[in-house]
């Protein structure tokens, strides 16, 4: 018996990204138990900036749901995650949890290589912005396998899932969860399945992701995008080495340079006007 977790970013009940979930849960093949958590139900506070987590032995002192939630994904077999595009991009809550990778990313060993597949939500075809990229990268920040990633067109709750082809790929989707993952598709980046690339030079393209580069090259067959060094961002050792060596680095070398650092700061201390709502101040 497989343990799939459903993770949905959207707070409407019984909406798009709901169904998808669903409808990919009872396509993955698998003899399944299917838990379901609704993002906006957890108490997610935002990251406070204080590096505590990267002490190795502590956690992060936020009292949260968060631990909640990395048990049930260290729990599972798979994960199928969901989010609605709100404003070009996955919706907030996605970014409260993306936002405490530096305390996830301790418990790597817990998440790594679980396989997960990722379905973005947008109302308007060529509106979705950023949304399918930043679940994707988040996925690869956790250490997760992402084996299919898709965006699905459809405003109304339930619309989604009107459109035959939408049916047949979600349940695609589903049977990739615990078997065949798909490869990069047209335009995506090929380490990390981006679809946003940087520009730095004229002939060169950047994936800001995990750092894919490509040049573009013109040869007897026209003009084309020659992929050079993989980005090895998202790779397990260079994932260790930033998280759990150059991040806790960077925290000792603040305490040997916290006094240099405060002639700098303190420079801006003064008598700024600060503005509460009434009920807050
Ligand atoms: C606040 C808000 C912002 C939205 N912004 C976008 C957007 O930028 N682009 C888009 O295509 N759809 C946008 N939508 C539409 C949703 O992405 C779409 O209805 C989606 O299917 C919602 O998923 P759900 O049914 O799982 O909640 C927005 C919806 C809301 C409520």
Not at 163 to 176: K, P
Not at 178 to 196: K, L, M, N, Y
Not at 235 to 264: A, C, D
Request: hydrophobic share 35%.
């Amino acid at each position: 018996m497989k343990k799939i977790m459903g993770i949905i970013a959207s707070q409407r009940k019984l909406a798009n990204g709901e169904i998808l979930v669903k409808e990919a849960a009872a396509a993955s093949g698998a003899e399944h138990e299917l838990e379901l958590v609704r993002l906006t139900d957890l108490n997610l506070q935002t990251c406070r900036g204080c590096y505590t987590c990267l002490t190795p032995g502590k956690p992060c002192p936020l009292p949260d749901d968060l631990y909640f939630l990395a048990a049930k994904i260290k729990e599972a077999d798979g994960l199928i995650l969901s989010a609605p595009c709100y404003a070009l991009g996955p919706s907030a809550v996605v970014k409260l949890w993306a936002d405490r990778i530096l305390a996830l990313a301790q418990m790597a060993d817990d998440f790594w290589g679980k396989p997960c597949v990722v379905i973005g939500t947008a109302g308007i075809n060529g509106w979705e912005g950023y949304t399918l990229s930043g679940l994707v990268q988040l996925s690869r920040l956790l250490g997760l396998d992402v084996k299919d990633a898709h965006m699905f067109i459809g405003a109304l709750p339930g619309e989604v899932l009107e459109n035959q082809d939408h049916i047949e790929r979600i349940r695609q989707m589903g049977r990739a969860l615990f078997g065949q993952g798909r490869a990069e598709r047209q335009g995506e980046c090929p380490t990390c399945w981006s679809d946003i690339w940087k520009f730095p030079q004229p002939d060169r393209k950047v994936c800001p992701f995990c750092g894919q580069e490509a040049h573009l090259v013109s040869g007897p067959e026209g003009v084309r995008w020659e992929l050079d060094q993989p980005g090895r961002r998202f790779e397990y050792e260079n994932h260790q080495y930033h998280f759990r060596e150059w991040l806790p680095g960077k925290v000792s070398e603040y305490l040997k340079r916290r006094k240099e650092l405060s002639l700098i700061r303190n420079r801006y201390k003064g008598e700024y006007t600060w503005v509460l709502p009434e009920q807050k101040s």
